[in-house]
């Protein structure tokens, strides 16, 4: 059974870059069976998939245009997790941040994090 | 992007009937390699993720009740609830699998007549 455990702080100031790791139980972060997203949703937004990365004999990443100038998802193979950076956040980024895995069999998403509210605000 | 479009945004249905939620995408989502839409449903409850229902445009994930179903193809979907139970009450989002970016239908509230 897949976990994956989000942490991270709640409240970041404008300008400042919002940062919060998804530890994974029950798969590895280097499988080549995997991608490692995160989401996030909000009330004007609705659901928004940011970006996500994968290894397949080395590591890639997709982005959303949205954030792309803004977003860095990386892996951590040592601690068995996987990172989201956001830079320069405003107000607009206040939001419910989902880390989820995506399968490559069925291609969907099916295992989530809890998720973590992140208020951007002075 | 790949927009979806849900309807209606929310509906009341009486305990034991059908619920239909119907999802519109502004173009295909086919996936040809796999000869199958790349179509999935989420259920949410506040305060929880998004829990996978069904991908494939039909097909159940383990341990979902079989009174959800999924139906469609090419840029038509439907999720249904053949008989509405009290712990259904949820919204329910469509999502599209096919193309970068990922992207998510507005959600349909699903609520007890």
């Known amino acids: 059974q897949v976990q994956l455990q989000q942490s991270g702080p709640g409240l970041v100031k404008p300008s400042q870059t919002l940062s919060l790791t998804c530890a994974i139980s029950?798969?590895?972060?280097?499988?080549?069976?995997?991608?490692w997203n995160w989401i996030r949703q909000s009330p004007s937004r609705g659901l928004e998939w940011l970006g996500r990365?994968?290894?397949?004999?080395?590591?890639?990443?997709d982005y959303a245009l949205s954030v792309k100038s803004r977003i860095t998802v990386s892996p951590d193979t040592s601690e068995n997790q996987f990172s989201l950076q956001l830079n320069s956040v405003t107000p607009e980024d206040t939001a419910v941040y989902f880390c989820?895995?995506?399968?490559?069999?069925?291609?969907?998403?099916?295992?989530w994090g809890r998720g973590t509210l992140v208020t951007v605000s002075s | 992007d790949i927009v979806l479009t849900q309807s209606p945004d929310s509906l009341a249905v009486s305990l034991g009937e059908r619920a239909t939620i119907n999802c519109k995408s502004s173009?295909?989502?086919?996936?040809?390699?796999?000869?199958?839409?790349?179509l999935a449903w989420y259920q949410q409850k506040p305060g929880q993720p998004p829990k996978l229902l069904i991908y494939?445009?039909?097909t159940r994930e383990s341990g979902v009740p079989d009174r959800f179903s999924g139906s469609g193809s090419g840029t038509d979907f439907t999720l249904s609830i053949s008989s509405l139970q009290a712990e259904d009450v949820a919204v329910y989002y469509c999502?599209?699998?096919?193309?970068?970016?990922?992207?998510f239908g507005g959600g349909t509230k699903v609520e007890i007549k």
């Open positions: 989820a895995r995506g399968d490559v069999n069925k291609r969907v998403l099916d295992y």
């Open positions: 029950g798969d590895s972060v280097s499988s080549n069976s995997a991608t």
């Open positions: 990365t994968y290894y397949r004999s080395k590591w890639s990443n």
């Open positions: 173009q295909s989502v086919f996936f040809s390699s796999r000869n199958k839409d790349s």
């Open positions: 494939w445009a039909s």
């Open positions: 999502h599209q699998y096919s193309t970068i970016p990922l992207t």
